[in-house]
DNA sequence: GCAAGTTCCGTACGGTCGTGCTTTTCTGTT
DNA sequence: AACAGAAAAGCACGACCGTACGGAACTTGC
């Protein structure tokens, strides 16, 4: 890895976790690069655009949380176990401070087109599939109900993980972490497969 | 009503729209100016400070909630009933064009400390007990069990509402607000009273 | 240890931002 | 009709934005 590629992660990272905080348009070529001990035409040389930065550290933000999260997941037993595997590491995820960096950027961008809304809308579908997914497995492992509805699945437990972190991160409730596990408990038990007859 | 006073509400009505869709971190004196065919002096003369029109933007939009939904939902039968009114009517105003202003506000400021963001907990803090007290209404009439957690009730219909709005509204998916409904529906069947013994 | 190429800095430009001041135009009252 | 006060315009400012370009400083391969 040149020495080029270094400083371009290591700004990246930096990035990120200023996008936490402020969104991805609150970022600033200005005062990244004083973070990062550069230039600002210094590290504008890494980018060239503000839209190809903003891309750049989504796909860094996606590819941390393929590592922290999406991945490990799935070495975690089908079914139950699963998600609930998911349920940790997606709450540890968010709870990283300022938050989830996809919450900030997708209510900032939902209404603006281009192709950081674009890119933002890739990454979402591609959550959204992720949890249909380790929700079917457990679906044919027998342990959910075989007519339970994955996407109402997913889109419940995404409600629960936003409704936390709001919570969480603007009232400030300590509890709301809490009342996120107790509400995937009851989804949980909404979805089990009743051991009739 | 002085001429003033006119043009100030008007001013505050539009800029309560565009905050819909860019937050309102996303007001420019200048934009917002120009669509109410005004001199940026003559705009900033009503305001005197972009905070303080962020501050007056959310007190706006805050009367609008409690015109369009908070004081009609109380007219609705106690119980069920009402909370059925206040999913109806919260869902129609978060599918006014751009979304909820508050979420867009929300997610903008959690991290960045201020008047704006004080005043944006207080009045999340206020929809929050609107719901728990709507709901502790229900148990009070016997409609919901006794020991059912009106806190719990609330964070976890933030959820539905917030997932809606991003499923919707990033993703635009079609059968989002109908899965909010499923949502509500598991939720209340979960807090009705059983007829036991 | 020198040449080639990458990495970074200095500086500058046009634009927009929020914000003051002064002056003109409009409103409402007597 | 005249006048006092409010409302809006005009203009200017300093700050910061993203972007561009040329040269300095450093890496790297030979």
New interface residues.
């Given amino acids: 890895m040149g020495k080029g590629e270094e400083t371009r992660l290591a700004v990246l990272d930096q990035a990120v976790e200023v996008a936490?905080?402020?969104?991805l348009?609150?970022l600033t070529i200005g005062s990244l690069a004083e973070q990062a001990h550069l230039s600002k035409s210094g590290l504008f040389g890494h980018f060239n655009s503000k839209e190809a930065l903003q891309l750049q550290v989504l796909e860094r933000a996606r590819e941390r949380f393929e590592e922290e999260v999406a991945r490990p997941v799935l070495r975690a037993p089908r079914g139950e176990p699963r998600v609930r595997e998911l349920v940790d590491r997606w709450l540890r995820w968010d709870a990283a401070p300022?938050?989830c960096p996809f919450?900030?950027a997708?209510?900032?961008?939902?209404?603006?087109p281009g192709a950081v809304?674009d890119r933002?809308?890739r990454d979402?579908?591609d959550l959204?599939d992720m949890i249909t997914t380790v929700f079917r497995t457990g679906v044919a492992e027998g342990q959910f109900e075989a007519d339970a509805d994955a996407?109402?699945f997913a889109?419940?437990l995404?409600?629960?993980?936003?409704?936390?972190h709001?919570?969480a991160?603007?009232?400030?409730d300590r509890?709301?972490e809490q009342?996120?596990r107790?509400?995937v408990d009851?989804l949980l038990a909404?979805a089990r497969s009743r051991a009739s007859s």
Avoid: I, K, P
Avoid at 169 to 172: A, E, F, P, Y
């Fill in positions: 936490r905080r402020v969104g348009s609150g300022g938050g919450v900030a997708a209510s900032e961008f939902d209404d603006q809304r933002l809308v979402q579908r959204f996407d109402q889109q419940d995404y409600g629960v993980m936003l409704a936390c709001h919570a991160r603007l009232l400030g509890q709301a009342r996120a107790r509400a009851a909404g």
